[in-house]
């Protein structure tokens, strides 16, 4: 399943490779599910035109083993945290800005924390710049989408029996693009945590837009 309801512009071809400058105005959805059909038209892909709310994220997850976040604004992405804790679906995370990127997977483990257990609040907007503010270097979005992909993959070959190796659980990975370099986080799961350390939340019940100041 791919959900985007944006279309393609100019500035997204130096980091998006399934468009191209044909593509230019098309729905992003439409241009990625004729370049996936391209590469292998045995894939299915079932495209969702639409932006991730409250009202539709459950029935947009619902249905699928993994969920890959690759969203570019906090409330989206607390919202898709969030509903992943309550389906209990396993999340991979993936954030990029300028020459820097960031990784990890959440996997609905009893010691495996969530988004809200590294983020529990979202930054002040003055202080989280946006992507057409700040810029992004092409690449790196390549790279931190692969390494989703990888963990997306190993996760799903593990739960089927092909022990591949590990995922980044409890393990924040940051790359650093202006000295070619990964580091990692420890991360730990929040026994308080306001949304996976409570059986009762509900994301419903939450405001997202006046949460993250948008």
């Given at each position: 399943?791919?959900?985007?309801?944006?279309?393609?512009?100019?500035?997204?071809?130096?980091?998006?490779?399934?468009?191209?400058?044909?593509?230019?105005?098309?729905?992003?959805?439409?241009?990625?599910?004729?370049?996936?059909?391209?590469?292998?038209p045995?894939?299915?892909?079932?495209?969702?035109?639409?932006?991730?709310?409250?009202?539709?994220?459950?029935?947009?997850?619902?249905?699928?083993?993994?969920?890959?976040?690759?969203s570019?604004?906090?409330?989206?992405?607390?919202?898709?945290?969030?509903?992943?804790?309550q389906?209990?679906?396993?999340?991979?995370?993936?954030?990029?800005?300028?020459?820097?990127?960031?990784?990890?997977?959440?996997?609905?483990?009893?010691?495996?924390?969530?988004?809200?257990?590294?983020?529990?609040?979202?930054?002040?907007?003055?202080?989280?710049?946006?992507?057409?503010?700040?810029?992004?270097?092409?690449?790196?979005?390549?790279?931190?989408?692969?390494?989703?992909?990888?963990?997306?993959?190993?996760?799903?070959?593990?739960?089927?029996?092909?022990?591949?190796?590990?995922?980044?659980?409890?393990?924040?990975?940051?790359?650093?693009?202006?000295?070619?370099?990964?580091?990692?986080?420890?991360?730990?799961?929040?026994?308080?945590?306001?949304?996976?350390?409570?059986?009762?939340?509900?994301?419903?019940?939450?405001?997202?837009?006046?949460?993250?100041?948008?």
């Amino acid at each position: 399943g791919l959900v985007d309801f944006d279309h393609v512009s100019i500035n997204n071809l130096q980091r998006q490779i399934l468009h191209g400058t044909s593509d230019v105005g098309r729905l992003k959805v439409d241009s990625a599910v004729e370049t996936l059909h391209e590469i292998n038209p045995d894939v299915k892909v079932q495209a969702y035109t639409a932006r991730v709310t409250p009202d539709n994220v459950w029935d947009l997850v619902a249905n699928y083993d993994v969920v890959i976040d690759a969203s570019d604004n906090f409330s989206t992405r607390f919202l898709i945290n969030d509903v992943c804790v309550q389906a209990d679906k396993p999340l991979v995370f993936g954030a990029v800005l300028q020459f820097f990127g960031q990784v990890t997977t959440f996997t609905r483990t009893a010691e495996c924390g969530c988004y809200r257990c590294l983020f529990p609040e979202a930054p002040d907007p003055e202080n989280a710049p946006t992507c057409t503010e700040a810029g992004i270097f092409g690449v790196t979005t390549g790279i931190i989408g692969s390494i989703q992909a990888a963990q997306a993959l190993v996760l799903l070959l593990n739960r089927n029996g092909f022990e591949v190796g590990s995922v980044l659980e409890n393990r924040l990975q940051i790359y650093d693009g202006t000295t070619s370099s990964f580091r990692e986080i420890k991360l730990k799961r929040n026994p308080d945590c306001a949304v996976c350390g409570r059986r009762e939340f509900d994301f419903r019940k939450v405001d997202y837009v006046d949460l993250c100041a948008v």
